[in-house]
């Protein structure tokens, strides 16, 4: 028996384990070759990759070491004994390797798979495997096995009401901040939305993130639920309530390696939201160059696919194909997007109108699933409930209720102005590069820091103006994000037509 | 700028970086989604996998980590001046993900695959992707454009010699030691064969494990070359001479991963004898239930590649199907191995029959490819070199040249006899069971761990007879291999027909 110890490294959510070479009980290298052991404590069991230390400070002969995550995940105490046994290959292995090799899987097989992955007996390079072999391949009828075998693990909603309205975009835009516009309007209207977002993956802001600026997001199921029923919507953060654990470990793998496939995004987005409860969808498909869609027929692809799993799963789904040419707004970061948003809900006159736009036109198309509205009055009835304040009044109650942010922050104080490098017209402003920047400048880690556009597609500018402003917090970030900037600034400038 | 420290972890070949969660310099939480950094030491950069530290008697906020292999390549010493940044990923993970989504890859872009993977500058979950996208689907030209980029990395022999011979089994088959038996007939006739073997991943012994236990194998090329001039042959660990560094690092994956597809197992075997300069090459492909190929027309098709392979790179190809039924002579792991090698070249009458016929056959086979030879003879010729003890002489001068083990090593000394539950007749034995048990025993880490059999396919055995006996050196591994034996012995036992 060896003596549990925490080891406090943090490997990202995978199961390490640490073994002294000189171990006084096992011979850690027999166990290398295939990288997983099972470790064994007061009868439960927890796979793990292996690590092997050769400086006793770390792990000394007597101890087994288990990083962070998975310490907690074994729930002992440091100084239990532990045993340690030759991994066994979760079964599910035998079906991912079936898939690579061309199999279409039964949905139970899908199923074992997506609870292997929820519990965490997947290493990382063996969910690349089953990511990649579905992504070359998947027919609709795994789409949708795979959806329900990943809203079947996690938590799961309920609501009372006979309508519950959702809306979610794919994402890709940078400072498409809607959620925090379109919410406020649709429950001032009397339509329940328990919105439940994602914070930045590899992205400078989720909805989380931003909404974090002005409200606490970390709310519990219960919490959830009696702001929902007090002010009629919510914007929670959907990784506290656990709504989808398989996506979130898949998510982890998929977002380094750059793959994001149609049917793996329409598995993990329709999952979430069958969790969520929701009985009607609006789904954002943002179509341009620099976006993941790049164009209609592929938007239209990837529309059929989430109306095939709605119409399967009895979710109502909405699909719209929207402006994916350019970012929405102004500000790209946490502080940066939700000033945009209450500037928006609060009518000012230099409110980015893109942004207002794009909110109408969303929360009007989810107005239009009350029965008692007049059909195409969707819009007409959100513009009123946008001028008349009501959206600000329930956009303050739900950040009352979540628990208003009484610290007020301010943009990152590191600044830097991109200058147009000559005079003309904006024909392009990169997605991509514009994340990616914010990202550098160290949001969302770093709820200030970010970009600041100053001109949009079609503006006119003079050589030496500036396009943007960087914010950045910390020096490290600052160099990274200027040198990328240098770089390439992310827009085109042309002659004007 | 950081200070360097080298961590005692063994990471398995992967880079990995430890920063502190509270860097003085930078915030590693940025790094996290996209888990890689670069590394910037005096001119050079190295990728990593970061690990976050919350502990500063591992991690000081001053310092980054680096596991022990990754300290080695960056060449650098404990607190020299180091810098990070955001890692750009390497630019062939582009065509990677082509790959995956269904393009047949340029010849180009696998070299640049093949070169950023020697390089180190894949984590696991990335050579994960490469290996599952060229799993699902590989053209023959992407096989071949494969094989070459694989030689091109590494290493590579010359020869002068007209006809430079060289044997290779595709592997699976417990105890198959053929070519220690097959390199001194053949260098006995005067064909070199200057054979580089693998050390066993998951297997319990490779040819250059069992080949340890008599002489020395880690030899430097220029060691090798020496010898083989002396002696016509050698038998040395191809790792140690660096002739396939891509190779290795895929298998390093590939085998915990439990794939091994035929177009990846052509251009690993392949691009390996390519850089060892053979040019007339014997694969040996056994068949059987329990081995790699289960049947005649899989073999058949891995057959053409080879061969297709073979011809369009220059070098000669002969392939034979082999019996896979069954493990091939007694012993399982090195020590038990050697023997059996020994015992067929010493001509003791009670050698195992089937490795010294096996041997003969592909020795003969061999030989068939010197002109001087009358068509035909190979057979004959191997057979008088063996009884006429040349081949055991030149085994000797072989070792001697190599440098032989001057300790003698004994089979472990826990034992444990795994008897027939029934009287009857051994109908099969699984090959693959055989080695997992002889591995759990401590093969081939353990010389002296393995399995000794008692009795093979066709044998009568009454019940409570002994059918193996399972030899370790350690309490833990003699209790890991007792309980699998005892869950299934990997014997079956029938009626006498």
Redesign the interface.
């Known amino acids: 028996m060896l003596k549990l110890k925490r080891?406090?490294?943090?490997?990202?959510g995978e199961n390490v384990a640490?073994m002294a070479?000189n171990c006084a009980?096992?011979?850690p290298?027999?166990f290398?070759?295939?990288?997983?052991i099972e470790v064994q404590h007061a009868g439960h069991t927890l796979l793990a990759s292996l690590?092997?230390?050769?400086?006793d400070?770390?792990i000394a002969v007597d101890q087994l070491g288990l990083s962070?995550q998975a310490f907690a995940r074994l729930g002992g105490k440091a100084g239990d004994a532990v045993c340690i046994?030759?991994a066994e290959?979760p079964k599910s292995?035998d079906y991912v390797?079936l898939k690579?090799?061309?199999s279409t899987l039964e949905a139970h097989q899908l199923e074992e798979i997506i609870s292997d992955i929820a519990a965490h007996r997947y290493?990382?390079?063996?969910?690349?495997?089953f990511?990649?072999?579905s992504?070359?391949?998947m027919t609709t009828g795994e789409m949708l096995a795979l959806t329900r075998a990943m809203s079947q693990v996690g938590n799961r909603l309920t609501w009372k009401a006979p309508c519950v309205v959702d809306k979610h975009c794919i994402g890709g835009i940078p400072g498409n901040r809607t959620s925090m516009i379109v919410v406020p309007i649709v429950a001032a209207h009397g339509l329940p939305i328990p919105k439940s977002s994602s914070r930045?993956?590899?992205s400078p802001a989720g909805t989380a993130d931003t909404m974090e600026v002005l409200a606490r997001v970390d709310l519990s199921m219960q919490a959830m639920r009696t702001v929902v029923e007090d002010c009629g919507g919510c914007l929670v953060w959907g990784g506290h309530v656990n709504l989808s654990p398989a996506d979130d470990v898949l998510i982890?793998?998929e977002?380094?390696?750059?793959?994001d496939?149609r049917e793996q995004m329409v598995a993990s987005i329709m999952s979430k939201k069958m969790s969520a409860g929701s009985t009607h969808l609006l789904i954002d498909i943002p179509v341009g160059a620099t976006a993941k869609v790049h164009n209609n027929g592929d938007a239209m692809r990837l529309r059929k696919l989430f109306e095939y799993v709605g119409r399967e799963v009895g979710l109502h789904v909405d699909v719209v194909t929207t402006d994916g040419s350019q970012p929405i707004g102004r500000g790209i970061g946490p502080v940066l997007e939700a000033r945009d948003v209450m500037a928006v809900l609060s009518n000012q006159p230099d409110a980015p109108a893109d942004l207002r736009e794009k909110s109408l036109q969303l929360a009007g198309a989810l107005i239009e699933n009350d029965p008692a509205l007049v059909g195409g009055s969707g819009y007409a009835r959100a513009r009123q409930l946008l001028e008349n304040g009501e959206a600000l009044k329930t956009m303050n109650r739900i950040i009352d209720a979540q628990g208003r942010q009484t610290a007020t922050i301010a943009p990152g104080g590191l600044t830097k102005d991109i200058l147009a490098h000559r005079s003309g017209v904006v024909t392009a402003i990169d997605c991509f590069r514009m994340n990616r920047l914010a990202?550098?400048a160290?949001a969302p880690?770093d709820k200030g820091a970010g970009i600041d556009l100053f001109h949009k597609v079609g503006d006119r500018v003079s050589a030496g103006e500036p396009l943007y402003r960087i914010h950045a917090c910390?020096e490290?970030?600052f160099g990274?994000a200027a040198a990328y900037a240098d770089e390439n600034t992310g827009y085109c400038l042309g002659d004007e037509r």
């Open positions: 080891v406090a490294i943090d490997t990202q640490f070479r009980v096992y011979r290298e027999e290398q070759a295939l990288k997983k690590m092997i230390v050769d400086d400070s770390i962070e046994a030759p290959p292995l390797r690579i090799h061309g290493s990382e390079m063996e969910i690349a495997a990511l990649v072999s992504a070359g391949f930045a993956i590899t982890s793998v977002r380094p390696l750059g793959i496939t990202r550098l160290g880690l910390f490290s970030d990274f």
